[in-house]
């Protein structure tokens, strides 16, 4: 799993008001292989179901901001290019280039993104859809866009994942500590973090 994770592919929801769109495309998100996500709270708290999630947010790196500038600046201090998802979007997500690292952005359920972060955006793809129906479900939308931009993330590296040495160590030990019962006390009897010795 480690070697399939990716970081120079993430997701930026920006004010999303249902909790289980919110969850599902947090869980859509992990299960990619996607590490980040960007959460912009502008109108109100981002909230996820954990019935939905089923714990899957311990495993990624969540990170919310309260404008959408701060989100932009970060993104772009991180070499990301910003893609809105507009459904009258021209390009289709099938011609992003899986070589950049890109930050795939989508707004709330019923207004989609703000024109602060639509401004803000490198470029907009649209989701391909041949049927009558002309939209998606939000968590449907995310779902799908990350599943393909991963695969051509993966395609365009030759690899399965893009984390070096160094971050997949630090996030094997924080993984391990989210999951093993006691973890802090195991590491400090180790002598891997400080604290009273047991023994």
């Not at 970060?74 to 009258?88: H, I, K, S, Y």
């Not at 993104?113 to 989701?127: C, P």
């Not at 500590?177 to 802090?184: H, I, L, W, Y």
């Amino acid at each position: 799993m480690l070697a399939a994770r990716l970081s120079g592919l993430t997701v930026v929801l920006e004010n999303l008001s249902n909790p289980h769109n919110g969850a599902a495309a947090v869980r859509s998100c992990e299960a990619a292989g996607v590490q980040a996500i960007h959460v912009i709270e502008g109108r109100a708290r981002f909230r996820f179901s954990p019935k939905v999630t089923q714990g899957c947010q311990r495993w990624l790196d969540l990170t919310r901001y309260r404008a959408s500038a701060d989100a932009v600046r970060t993104l772009r201090a991180g070499g990301f290019v910003l893609a809105a998802a507009l459904p009258e979007a021209e390009k289709s997500l099938d011609a992003l280039d899986g070589a950049e690292r890109l930050a795939l952005c989508f707004g709330n359920e019923h207004t989609g993104l703000s024109e602060a972060v639509r401004a803000a955006a490198d470029l907009s793809f649209a989701l391909p859809m041949v049927g009558m129906t002309r939209s998606l479900n939000l968590s449907v939308a995310v779902a799908l866009a990350v599943n393909t931009a991963a695969a051509r993330r993966r395609e365009a590296l030759r690899a399965g994942g893009d984390l070096d040495p160094a971050a997949r160590a630090a996030l094997r030990a924080r993984w391990y500590a989210a999951d093993v019962r006691g973890a802090e006390a195991v590491l400090r009897r180790a002598g891997v973090i400080a604290g009273k010795h047991a023994g």
